[in-house]
């Protein structure tokens, strides 16, 4: 059974530029969540995604925007980049009943904006 | 505001000995706690949780407890195992705010053999 998928694993983007993450649930999970991680910090909640709607909003501004297919897979778009978004994104996925084990995490995309 | 908060950003253990991480939190509203571990170029995966009705869950080495009126919790990891080597971050939850997990900063666990 495939966990949390992420693609691409890592990525080089130039200040200005538009980048697209994608991300695929764990089977039977239909929530989906991302998150930042900067270096040396703990994961910070971006947004959240359900029936392929944003439930859930984070601290971050508009050019952080996503999108939930009806299959559960869903994208992070980043507009205008900014060096300050250099970091980890790592797309969580839960079941709807949200067990106790929380959240499934993927194993993240490493985005380095130069 | 940092509302999960982990004091001690690394942790030098020797094998078989006692493991303690701490947390604090500023947010009474959390129903929810848990442990994650991280190892690099891995996403964090689930250690054990602890519902904010109790004060103890244990699963195996691993042991949270939780003490509500300090707002702390710790993970205890008896016996501590070289392969217990990674970071270490909990994270707290609240249902209300659809289960979306607040994060502490992170311990680094080193476990010497």
């Known amino acids: 059974d495939a966990g949390v998928t992420q693609s691409p694993t890592h990525l080089i983007k130039t200040r200005g530029q538009q980048v697209t993450l994608r991300c695929s649930p764990k089977s039977g999970h239909d929530t989906v969540s991302w998150y930042q991680q900067a270096l040396g910090q703990g994961p910070q909640f971006i947004f959240q995604?359900?029936?392929?709607?944003?439930?859930q909003r984070g601290n971050f501004p508009d050019r952080f925007s996503g999108h939930q297919f009806p299959n559960y897979s869903s994208e992070l778009n980043v507009n205008a980049l900014l060096l300050g978004d250099s970091a980890l994104y790592l797309c969580a996925s839960s079941s709807p009943t949200w067990d106790f084990y929380g959240y499934t995490f993927g194993s993240g995309t490493r985005l380095t904006v130069v | 505001d940092q509302q999960v908060k982990q004091n001690s950003p690394s942790l030098s253990v020797q094998e078989g000995r006692i493991s303690i991480l701490n947390c604090d939190y500023t947010n009474s509203m959390f129903d929810y706690f848990l442990w994650y571990k991280k190892y690099p170029a891995e996403g964090p995966t689930f250690l054990i949780s602890?519902?904010?009705?109790?004060d103890k869950n244990e699963d195996g080495r691993f042991t949270v407890f939780l003490n509500k009126s300090a707002k702390h919790l710790s993970l205890h990891i008896v016996p501590s195992q070289p392969g217990d080597s990674a970071v270490y971050f909990c994270?707290?939850?609240?249902?209300?705010?659809?289960?979306?997990?607040?994060f502490g900063g992170g311990t680094r666990v080193l476990v010497k053999p």
């Open positions: 995604y359900y029936e392929e709607e944003e439930r």
């Open positions: 994270a707290a939850s609240r249902k209300a705010a659809g289960n979306k997990l607040t």
């Open positions: 602890i519902s904010s009705i109790k």
